[in-house]
């Protein structure tokens, strides 16, 4: 059984940084690509990043909203993936969540993911 666990969620003023880390568990897992969703209050969960792992080639994938202020990252061994998030702004308040899916797709969609963490919030105060 695969388990996807979060960590450094947390509180940040705007302009700040935070990174979040994602490890999942069994050795043998090897997914085609891992990334993150958010879903703030009252809204739906959407797309962040996504990374593909070795057999996509390493692509990265970004949503437009966090385009030249996150940054995906991934470490083979540890089957880990980390997502740095730089001058953050209020409306990147949410939940953020780490999903994994074992096949190629669009990697924005929701649905594609087979494997979910349990969340981290990230909090931003202007």
């Known amino acids: 059984q695969v388990q996807l666990v979060e960590s450094g969620g947390g509180l940040v003023q705007a302009g700040g940084s935070l990174r979040l880390s994602c490890a999942a568990s069994?050795?043998?897992?090897?997914?085609?690509?891992m990334g993150w969703f958010r879903q703030a209050s009252g809204k739906e969960r959407e797309f962040v990043a996504a990374?593909?792992?070795?057999?996509?080639?390493?692509?990265?994938h970004y949503a437009d909203s966090v385009k030249g202020r996150f940054t995906i990252s991934r470490d083979n061994a540890k089957i880990t993936v980390y997502l740095r998030m730089n001058s953050l702004k209020p409306d990147d308040t949410a939940v953020y969540y780490c999903?994994?899916?074992?096949?190629?797709?669009?990697?924005?969609?929701?649905?594609?993911?087979?494997?979910w963490g349990q969340g981290t919030q990230v909090t931003v105060s202007s």
């Open positions: 990374i593909d792992w070795n057999r996509g080639g390493g692509r990265l």
């Open positions: 999903a994994a899916t074992l096949v190629s797709g669009t990697a924005t969609m929701q649905g594609e993911y087979d494997y």
């Open positions: 069994g050795r043998t897992f090897s997914p085609y690509r």
